[in-house]
């Protein structure tokens, strides 16, 4: 007499799938959290946006999928192990396509036939049907990135602070570079109100529109006029320059002379007492 537990053990296996299914709900529940954080948003509505196609895309690639496991079935399933059946066929044409084909068991098993079916099968397989996937997902990532561009905040803590930081930092930046006085024309002056001013007295406003003015003046003129209005002009620069240079000889005798003779005062006064 035994006790015949298979009917346990086999229950006891769909049991532990069960568990297993729904210990992967579970962690599928965690997307409904991700979905809170931008980038992980970004992939959801990546993955959102490309599912029609995928779905049209998975279709067709196990399609062929299986078209290749019934190929391989019937021209190698007495040579080739991995192909002994249609179950293991298309188990082992699935992993052909991430963990690569043995070249060599192919054309050992078929001459002709072996090297084309390889070829085929890397073909569509491989080089068709994994780009068209990988294209449809990047796809919809530039549509996502396109339509959501500047509307998503930064949602993990660190970096929203130091984006705030640094906005803050740039908008002080702007506001010191606005509320900076205005540079003091060469030779000019600056009013109470800070705008600067001509050695005349005319803001530059005024010196630019009456330049201006002079100009078409000038063009007016004939070439007598016109060379003495300019000789004029050289020697009123001149006179300036004169009232210039002769300030500067009047700073110098006023200042730097006593100085320099104080100087030359003492230097004779430690030489005599030397």
């Not at 529940?29 to 946006?49: G, H, Y």
């Not at 339509?147 to 740039?170: K, V, Y």
């Amino acid at each position: 007499m035994y006790y015949n537990f298979a009917d346990t053990i086999y229950w006891h296996d769909v049991a532990e799938g069960m568990a297993a299914w729904c210990a992967w709900l579970v962690w599928f529940r965690t997307f409904k959290f991700l979905n809170e954080l931008s980038w992980a948003r970004l992939i959801l509505q990546t993955l959102v946006k490309a599912a029609a196609p995928l779905i049209g895309l998975v279709l067709s690639g196990f399609v062929m999928l299986l078209a290749f496991a019934h190929v391989g079935l019937v021209a190698f399933g007495t040579q080739i192990y991995d192909l002994r059946t249609f179950g293991v066929a298309v188990s082992s044409c699935f992993r052909y396509i991430f963990s690569g084909m043995r070249y060599d068991e192919f054309q050992l098993a078929g001459s002709f036939l072996g090297p084309l079916y390889y070829i085929a099968f890397k073909v569509w397989m491989v080089l068709i049907m994994v780009r068209f996937f990988v294209a449809v997902i990047l796809d919809a990532y530039r549509d996502v990135m396109e339509d959501q561009r500047n509307r998503w905040n930064l949602s993990f803590p660190p970096l929203q602070a130091l984006s705030e930081d640094i906005s803050n930092w740039w908008e002080d930046r702007k506001g010191r570079r606005r509320r900076k006085p205005p540079q003091r024309a060469f030779g000019g002056i600056v009013d109470s109100s800070g705008k600067p001013q001509t050695l005349s007295g005319e803001t530059l406003d005024q010196a630019a529109s009456k330049a201006k003015k002079d100009e078409r003046q000038m063009s007016e003129l004939d070439a007598r006029e016109m060379y003495d209005v300019l000789q004029g002009r050289v020697t009123a620069m001149q006179e300036h320059m004169d009232l210039r240079i002769s300030n500067i000889e009047k700073i110098f005798v006023t200042t730097v002379a006593p100085l320099v003779e104080t100087l030359d005062i003492l230097v004779k006064q430690q030489t005599e007492n030397a």
